[in-house]
């Protein structure tokens, strides 16, 4: 099996304890992310499958305490346990996708890369997935960057 769609079935498992709208709306957004990460990876050169990876566990910490305080740096220690559970990266793997899950909210800042392509990732699933949907003023640059980047104007 790949490792992308392990992952996918973890979280799906993980998950299913939620209510149905809860649970939905939760996996449309991973699945989501995950698509664009690898896309946006691809796109840069990044490590595709990483990105993937982490596309679908950036988000796990506040779906399953049910709050976003602080959910990025705390999942990124909950995507390191996961990680380790299921014993499908390198160290090398889980340190790029931790990262990134730990600075996908500093979506004012940039950081590395491969930090950059989640973030990215996240601010594509907020603002294509529903296009007549008004873009938040925190994602407008981001999305702005990102229609530019991949010819859209
Ligand atoms: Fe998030
Ligand atoms: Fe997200």
Redo the contacts with the bound molecule.
Sequence with gaps: MSRIKTVRQFVEEKLKSLPSDKRNKALAHLNGVSMAAGIIADKRGENVECACIAGLL??MQ?YTSGSYDD??HLGAKLAEKYLKKLDIVTEEEKEMICSAIYH??DKASVDAPFDEVLKDA?VVHHTMADPLKPVKEKEQARYAALRKEFGFE
Aim: aromatic residues 0%; glycine residues 0%.
């Design positions: 950036h988000d506040a959910h990025a996908h909210d996240d």
